[in-house]
């Protein structure tokens, strides 16, 4: 069994920046790819950005991407989310995913262990 667990996030204004960090513990990260999903009010949830933990090849929606950079701590077993150049569009719900294949995916189905959620709030 693998437990993804989320922390960071929180408040912004326009322009600012936060992060979050995502672990996923119980089982070896050799294969894995490691995703970020958000959820804004009456919205679908939406993939933002995913990262396979061999090699670290990194994929990112188009709305984010030169803004969020996704990294790994390979000491740590950490996946990071760096948002900056926030906007309000950016609020959400994010959740931190993750999938026992390297190949990485855009679809909630694709993934098998999800976080429980952070709120990132952006303010105009």
């Known amino acids: 069994q693998v437990e993804v667990v989320q922390s960071g996030g929180g408040l912004a204004h326009t322009g600012g920046s936060l992060s979050l960090s995502c672990t996923a513990s119980g089982r070896a990260h050799s294969n894995y790819t490691v995703a970020w999903f958000r959820q804004a009010p009456e919205k679908e949830r939406e993939f933002v950005a995913a990262?396979?933990?061999?090699?670290?090849?990194?994929y990112y929606t188009y709305s984010v991407r030169g803004r969020f950079t996704i990294s790994r701590d390979n000491t740590k077993g950490t996946v990071n989310l760096q948002m900056s150049s926030l906007k309000p569009e950016d609020t959400a719900i994010y959740y931190c995913?993750?999938?026992?294949?390297?190949?990485?995916?855009?679809?909630?189905?694709?993934?098998?262990?999800w976080g429980q959620g952070t709120q990132v709030t952006v303010s105009s």
């Open positions: 995913a993750a999938r026992e294949s390297p190949a990485y995916g855009r679809t909630q189905a694709q993934y098998d262990y």
């Open positions: 990262i396979s933990w061999v090699g670290g090849s990194t």
